[in-house]
C-alpha cells in the first residue's frame, strides 16, 4: 500500500491525497496518514521538481567529482563522507566501487566556482589522495525524465 | 468517356452483395463532427497512450539495419511460433504445436477474419455478445454467415451467460465468439461462467473463437484462457495480439492458435491474401515475449490506477457505471440524461469538447450508455470528468 502511494510520489510529487485515494481505491485518510509516516520515518526525504536549467537559462554549472580516499586509522569513510556533504555544493554524494570511492555531485555557477571548490575545499579535506573532475557538458535525461522533448505520434481520437 | 460539353460522366461501379451487406459504422456523424472541432479530450481513443518499449523497438530497428527484409515463412517465422508456444504454455497452460497449431497473422483482426472464413459456410449462425466490438458482426457476415446476438445487461455486468446463449442455440449455430476482457465495456468473465459456456460448446458440438487480446489487462481477477479448459482445446480457436499488452497497435502483429486443420484452413487463406506478416514486426514481437515484461507489469498497474479514478470519477458526477475488470474502458449509463447515447456524445462534444464513443456503435444492448477510454494522462481523465459532471448536471433529469 505504501509503495503503491511511493511509486505515485516519485512520478508526481504534486500528486494530492485526495487524487492519491482515487488511484489506489484507500481512504483520503489512510493516505494521509501513510504519507506523514513516510515523512517520519523518512522514507519520503523531500519533494522536487526536476528543472531543465538550460531552457531556464540560468547560470548553472554540474560536475561530477570522483575522490578518492586514504583509509585514516579510526576514521572510516563515513566521516571523510560526512565532512564533504555537509558543503552545500555538494549535492550528491555516494560511495562507489571501482577505481574511485565516492562519487560526489557538485553544482555552481560557472566552471570557476566548481574548480575552485575542488582545489580549495574538496581536496584539503583530510582522508582526500585525489580527485578526478568531470564537468557534465549536457544532459540528456534526468531522473527518468528526456530533457529534449521527443516528437510523439499523435494517436486517432476515436477508434472503435 | 467525355460528353461535348466537358463534363464527365460518372461511372456507376459495382459492388458486391457481400460488401454491402456489411453497415459502414453506424456514428459517421460523430466522427464528421469530431473532425470539424479543436481542443478535443478525447476519451474515444482504442489504444494504450504508452510507445512500445524501447528494447522491442531496438530488435525491429536491428532487424532492419541487418537487412532482414525478405518474406518469412506464411505462418510466421519459427522463432516466433516457438517463442508463442513457450509464452502460452507459461501464461495459460495451454499447449499448442508450433508446426501447424500456430499462426502469426496481421494483428488479431486478421486471426478474426480467417478464423471466420475458415470454419463459417453460408447461412451458418455464430453466437456474439451485444455489446461487443464492432469487427465481430462483420467479419461474420463477410463469411456468409449470420450473427445472432445475445443481449447483455448493466444489471449482470454486461457478461454473457450461458443460459442466455443455449436459449439462442438452433441447428444452424456453428460458433460461439466470445471476446473478454470486452471492448467496449471492460467486463471480464468468471472461471466459473467461462466452464458453463465450454460445457455448452461440449453439449451441441460448437466451436468457441476466443478473442483474447486484453488478456494482460484485468485488475484484482484472475484471468482464465479459454482453450486451456477441460477439453476446449479441441474446440476453440484462441485469438492473441501484441497491440494492447505490448503497446504494439500499428506494428499489426496477432495469432491465432487452434487445432491443426483449423490453422491448416486459415493458413490457406493468409498464404494468398497476406503471404506473411510483415518481418520486422515479427522480429519486435519476438523481442516482446522473450524480453523482460516489466514494462507490461508497470502498464497494467497505471491503467488500474487511471481505472479507480475514472470509475469513481463517473459515479461522482451521477452517472451509473459498473466496475470494469478488464481492458481499459469504462462504461457508464446515460440514461439518466434522457438522451440517445449519439445526441449525449454530439451534445457533449459540441458544448465541452470532450468525445466519447457512443455505446449504439457498439450493438443494441450498448444504447443509453457511452464508452470512455482510460488509456489516457490523468490530467486529461480529471479534465474531462470535470467537463462531464457539468454536462451531465446541466442535463440530468430528476
Known amino acids: 500500500m505504501l509503495r503503491d502511494i511511493l511509486k505515485i510520489l516519485e512520478n508526481d510529487a504534486r500528486a494530492t491525497p485526495k487524487q492519491i485515494a482515487a488511484m489506489t481505491g484507500m481512504t483520503q485518510a489512510e493516505v494521509t496518514k501513510l504519507i506523514k509516516k513516510a515523512q517520519d520515518d523518512r522514507v519520503i526525504l523531500r519533494y522536487k521538481a526536476i528543472v531543465n536549467w538550460d531552457k531556464a537559462e540560468n547560470e548553472h554549472v554540474l560536475a561530477w567529482i570522483g575522490v578518492k580516499l586514504e583509509p585514516q586509522k579510526d576514521v572510516g569513510f563515513d566521516s571523510i563522507a560526512e565532512h564533504i556533504y555537509r558543503y552545500p555544493q555538494a549535492k550528491s554524494v555516494y560511495l562507489v566501487s571501482g577505481t574511485v570511492d565516492l562519487l560526489v555531485m557538485v553544482t555552481g555557477k560557472n566552471n570557476h566556482e566548481i574548480a575552485d571548490f575542488v582545489s580549495q575545499k574538496l581536496s584539503h579535506i583530510d582522508g582526500v589522495k585525489e580527485t578526478i573532475t568531470q564537468f557534465i557538458l549536457k544532459r540528456y535525461k534526468e531522473d527518468g525524465e528526456i530533457m529534449e522533448a521527443e516528437e510523439v505520434m499523435k494517436r486517432q481520437a476515436v477508434v472503435l | ?398
Open chain 2, 1 to 398: 468517356m467525355t460528353t461535348q460539353s466537358g463534363t464527365q460522366k460518372h461511372r456507376k461501379q459495382h459492388i458486391s452483395r457481400r460488401a454491402n451487406a456489411i453497415q459502414p459504422s453506424g456514428i459517421r456523424k460523430f466522427f464528421d463532427l469530431l473532425s470539424s472541432i479543436d481542443g478535443v479530450i478525447s476519451l474515444g481513443v482504442g489504444e494504450p497512450d504508452y510507445t512500445t518499449p524501447w528494447h522491442i523497438r531496438e530488435s525491429a530497428i536491428e532487424s532492419i539495419e541487418k537487412g532482414q527484409t525478405m518474406y518469412t515463412s506464411n505462418s510466421g517465422m519459427p522463432e516466433l511460433r516457438k517463442e508463442l508456444s513457450r509464452f502460452l504454455k507459461n501464461e495459460y497452460k495451454v499447449d499448442y504445436d508450433p508446426t501447424g497449431e500456430i499462426l502469426i497473422t496481421v494483428g488479431c483482426s486478421e486471426a478474426l477474419d480467417l478464423t471466420m472464413r475458415a470454419i463459417v459456410d453460408p447461412g451458418d449462425e455464430v453466437i456474439i455478445p451485444n455489446p461487443c466490438f464492432v469487427a465481430y458482426s462483420s467479419c461474420v457476415t463477410l463469411a456468409g454467415g449470420k450473427p445472432v446476438n445475445i443481449p447483455t445487461c448493466e444489471a449482470n455486468n454486461f457478461e454473457i451467460s450461458a443460459a442466455d446463449i443455449e436459449k439462442h442455440i438452433t441447428n444452424k449455430t456453428r460458433a460461439i465468439l466470445i471476446g473478454y476482457p470486452s471492448n467496449p465495456t471492460g467486463a471480464v468473465l468468471s472461471h466459473q461462467k467461462l466452464a458453463d459456456i465450454a460445457a455448452l460448446a461440449k453439449k451441441y458440438d460448437l466451436t468457441v473463437i476466443s478473442d483474447e487480446i486484453y488478456s494482460k489487462l484485468v485488475y484484482g481477477v484472475e484471468f482464465t484462457c479459454f482453450a486451456s479448459l477441460p477439453e476446449m482445446k479441441e474446440r476453440t480457436v484462441f485469438l492473441g495480439g501484441f497491440s494492447k499488452a505490448y503497446a504494439m497497435t500499428g506494428w499489426r502483429v496477432g495469432y491465432a492458435a487452434a487445432p491443426k486443420e483449423i490453422i491448416g484452413a486459415m493458413h490457406k487463406i493468409h498464404q494468398y491474401t497476406m503471404m506473411c506478416v510483415s518481418t520486422m514486426s515479427q522480429m519486435a514481437a519476438i523481442e516482446a515475449l522473450k524480453g523482460d515484461q516489466e514494462s507490461v507489469t508497470e502498464m497494467v498497474e497505471d491503467y488500474n490506477r487511471r481505472r479507480q479514478v475514472i470509475v469513481k470519477g463517473l459515479r461522482n458526477i451521477g452517472l451509473s457505471c459498473f466496475e470494469p475488470k478488464g481492458a481499459f474502458y469504462a462504461f457508464p449509463s446515460i440514461k439518466s440524461t434522457d438522451m440517445t447515447s449519439e445526441e449525449f456524445a454530439e451534445k457533449l462534444l459540441e458544448e465541452e469538447k470532450v468525445a466519447v464513443v457512443p455505446g449504439s456503435a457498439f450493438g443494441q444492448c450498448g444504447e443509453g450508455y457511452i464508452r470512455c477510454c482510460y488509456a489516457t494522462s490523468l490530467p486529461d481523465i480529471e479534465e474531462a470528468l470535470k467537463r462531464m459532471g457539468r454536462f451531465v448536471k446541466k442535463y440530468k433529469k430528476g
